[in-house]
């Protein structure tokens, strides 16, 4: 019985890059709205202190205040 099979070579290889190391993927609530770009946090943190929201200084913004960011923000 041969160690390595006659072409196995012959194709290219079947798999792609993994990710970094540590890096995973972002947990997104069920019906929660993922935004489609990078949303800019200080003006949303500015956008919820000025409508009565309290949002963290640092850190991830609560869902619901970037839900209503969104309804609010979008026409």
Known sequence: MP??????L???PA???SPAPGKRQPVVPRGAVVPHGPVDAAVVRAW????GYDVPVRGRIPLEV???WRRATTG
Do not use: C, E, I
């Open 48 to 51: 919820a202190r000025g409508n």
């Open 10 to 12: 012959d194709a290219p």
């Open 15 to 17: 798999f792609g890059p």
């Open 66 to 68: 970037l839900d209503a």
């Open 3 to 8: 160690q390595f099979p006659a072409g196995l």
